[in-house]
């Protein structure tokens, strides 16, 4: 079974419009944290924002927001107001076990690519 | 301060060569992970290393990959005798010893003919 889940292959947004970009996890282990990664043309991927498992509140970085449901295993991503340099390929990602060992491999899912038009 | 840099930006080689892929951290973060992208396989985990050691190697597809690192930097991934499968882009990201976020370099982008 996958860990990480984006059924959303490709997203289409207007400028200034909000967009949710989903993604499911499967995990037993009860520490662990989630990140999303944006990879625009260019290749890179850069870091957008992190939700650790045993975090309260949702996380926030800018415009960008995680919409965490521990109980459904969901951290979807919310991007405000997009921007036309928003279109990239975004990916959710997981590690496991972050209070009991370091070095712990990102697992991806299989991304989804966000297209902003003007 | 300096991102993760990798070279080369883009590799060409052909079916049977041996190759070198080369990643410079971040300076202070001693974690660094070597991943693959490919459009069948997505993004996969290769390798860790905690300083020079490595002790997880769990994602190498096969003992023709190797890698080491130096003096807690540079790291050297090393595919040796390549198959067109290996075509790929190969991403070294870095982070702090007990750093939750990993930075990732730009990746090399892998062609074998």
């Known amino acids: 079974a996958q860990k990480i889940t984006q059924t959303q292959p490709g997203m289409f947004v207007q400028e200034k419009e909000a967009v949710t970009l989903d993604c499911t996890y499967d995990?037993?282990?009860?520490?662990?944290?989630l990140f999303w990664y944006k990879q625009p043309s260019s290749g890179e991927m850069i870091f957008l924002i992190y939700?650790?498992?045993?975090?309260?509140q949702n996380a926030t970085e800018g415009r960008y927001s995680l919409n965490f449901q521990k109980a459904r295993k969901s951290a979807n991503l919310v991007i405000s107001a997009s921007q036309l340099g928003d279109s990239a390929m975004y990916f959710c990602?997981?590690?496991?076990?972050?209070?009991?060992?370091?070095?712990?491999?990102?697992?991806f899912g299989k991304g989804t690519t966000l297209s902003v038009s003007s | 301060g300096a991102g993760v840099s990798q070279s080369p930006s883009n590799k060409v080689t052909e079916k049977g060569k041996d190759v070198e892929l080369r990643c410079d951290p971040i300076?202070?973060?001693?974690?660094l992970y070597w991943y693959r992208q490919s459009l069948g396989q997505g993004l996969e985990f290769l390798i860790y290393?905690?300083?020079?050691?490595?002790?997880?190697k769990s994602g190498l597809p096969s003992d023709r990959f190797s890698a080491e690192r130096t003096g807690g930097s540079v790291s050297t991934l090393t595919i040796q005798r390549t198959q067109q499968e290996d075509s790929a882009v190969y991403l070294c990201?870095?982070?702090?010893?007990?750093?939750?976020?990993?930075?990732f370099g730009p990746g090399t982008r892998l062609t074998v003919l």
């Open positions: 990201a870095s982070s702090l010893a007990s750093g939750r976020t990993q930075y």
């Open positions: 995990t037993s282990d009860p520490s662990y944290g």
């Open positions: 939700q650790g498992s045993y975090d309260q």
């Open positions: 990602a997981m590690r496991e076990g972050l209070r009991l060992r370091t070095g712990t491999a990102l697992i």
């Open positions: 300076s202070g973060h001693t974690a």
């Open positions: 290393f905690q300083g020079n050691s490595a002790p997880d």
